[in-house]
C-alpha cells in the first residue's frame, strides 16, 4: 500500500451539448483539459466509455493517473446524496443513471456526483463570487435550463432527498407555459434561453411593431440581445418580461432565506446587462421590504468554460479516498 499524498483531483461538467473534464491541482490551478461532445453519446455506457478513455488520457498528459485522488462531476439533475442522475428533461439518458458507481467501477477511484447547480454554487463559494458568504443562493441561467442552489451556513441545502434547490420548477403561472419537467408555467419555462426566445415569439405574433427579430432565422438568447444593443424595442421587451418573471421568482425565494447574495451565473450571463435591470426591479417590488435593500444581486465573472470544472474538482476533495489500485 502506498502512502503516497495523491496531489490532483479530476472536475468533470456533463452539460447538454458538451462535456468538459479537467485536471486541477490542490490550489485550484487547472492544468489541463478537454472536451467532446455529450449529444454523440445517446446511451450512457457509450459515454462513460469515451468519458473513461479521456479521463485516462487527461490524466496521463499532465502528471500521470497515478496522482489523482478522486473525481467530481457536475451534471443536471444530479443527486449527491444517491450518486445519480434522476430523470433529467434535458439529457440523453432516462430514468434513474447511477452515473458515480458506473465512473467510478471503470476507472477504479472515488467519485462523487453533484447536482449542476449545487456544483455551480461551490466553485463560486470557494473561488469565485460568493468567496466568504455563508448565506447565499447561485442562480444558473443556461441553454439547458434554470438551476439554484441555496447555501446556508457555509454550506449547501440539499434537502432531505438530494432535491432542495429547484428555483426553476417553482411555478409562477398557474397553467402556463409547459415546461420539460411535465408541468406547466414553471419559471424555467420563463428563464431561460427556450424560454426567452418563446418570449420573443410570442411579442411578434401580438403586435406588428418593426424588429429585426422578424428577420432572423434562429433566434437565441444572445443573439436577441444582440438586437438590444442596437436599440431594437422588441427585443428590450423580450428582457422586460423574462426580468419580471425572474425578480418575482427571486423575491420570493429571498423572502424566504434572506441571504446575502444572489449570484446570477451560466451561458446566459452575456445577456445579463439587459436582464439584471427588469429583474432588480420587480425583485424590489415584491421582495419583503425589511431584506429589499440587504440582499445583492450580483452577476458572477466567471468563465464558463472554468467555473463547473473547479466546482466539481471541489467536490471530489470532499470524497473520501478509494482506489483499486492501492
Not at 461538467?13 to 467532446?36: E, K, P, Y
Not at 485516462?56 to 467530481?72: D, K, P, Q, W
Not at 447511477?98 to 449545487?118: C, E, S, T, Y
Amino acid at each position: 500500500m502506498s502512502n503516497t499524498i495523491k496531489n490532483r483531483v479530476i472536475g468533470i461538467d456533463v452539460g447538454v451539448t458538451h462535456t468538459t473534464l479537467a485536471v486541477v491541482d490542490q490550489r485550484g490551478n487547472i492544468l489541463g483539459s478537454d472536451s467532446f461532445l455529450t449529444a454523440d453519446y445517446p446511451d450512457v455506457n457509450g459515454f462513460l466509455e469515451k468519458l473513461s478513455e479521456r479521463i485516462l488520457m487527461t490524466a496521463e498528459a499532465n502528471g500521470g493517473f497515478e496522482n489523482i485522488r478522486s473525481v467530481g462531476i457536475s451534471a443536471p439533475s444530479a443527486n449527491y446524496i444517491s450518486g445519480c442522475i434522476e430523470n433529467a428533461g434535458n439529457m440523453p439518458w432516462k430514468g434513474v443513471i447511477p452515473l458515480a458507481a458506473m465512473l467510478r467501477d471503470r476507472i477504479g477511484l472515488a467519485v462523487a456526483l453533484g447536482n449542476d447547480a449545487h456544483i455551480t454554487a461551490l466553485g463560486e463559494h470557494v473561488y469565485g463570487a460568493a468567496h466568504g458568504m455563508q448565506n447565499f443562493i447561485v442562480v444558473s441561467l443556461g441553454h439547458g435550463g434554470l438551476g439554484s442552489c441555496v447555501f446556508s451556513n457555509g454550506i449547501p441545502h440539499l434537502g432531505t432527498n438530494g432535491s432542495a434547490g429547484e428555483l426553476g420548477h417553482c411555478c409562477v403561472e398557474d397553467g402556463g407555459r409547459q415546461c420539460n419537467c411535465g408541468r406547466k408555467g414553471c419559471l424555467e419555462a420563463y428563464a431561460s434561453d427556450r424560454g426567452i426566445v418563446l418570449t420573443a415569439k410570442e411579442l411578434l405574433e401580438e403586435s406588428n411593431q418593426p424588429s429585426m427579430l422578424r428577420s432572423m432565422e434562429k433566434m437565441t438568447a444572445v443573439s436577441i440581445a444582440q438586437c438590444c444593443e442596437q436599440g431594437d424595442e422588441l427585443a428590450l421587451e423580450v428582457y422586460r418580461r423574462t426580468g419580471e418573471v425572474l425578480g418575482l421568482g427571486l423575491a420570493n425565494v429571498a423572502t424566504v432565506l434572506d441571504p446575502e447574495a444572489i449570484i446570477l451565473t451560466g451561458e446566459l450571463v452575456e445577456v445579463c446587462k439587459w436582464l439584471v435591470g427588469p429583474t432588480q426591479n420587480a425583485f424590489n417590488r415584491h421582495v419583503f421590504h425589511n431584506i429589499m435593500d440587504k440582499v445583492k444581486l450580483v452577476v458572477s465573472d466567471f468563465k464558463n468554460s472554468e467555473r463547473d470544472v473547479l466546482g466539481a474538482a471541489a467536490l471530489a476533495w470532499t470524497v473520501k479516498e478509494y482506489s483499486l489500485f492501492k
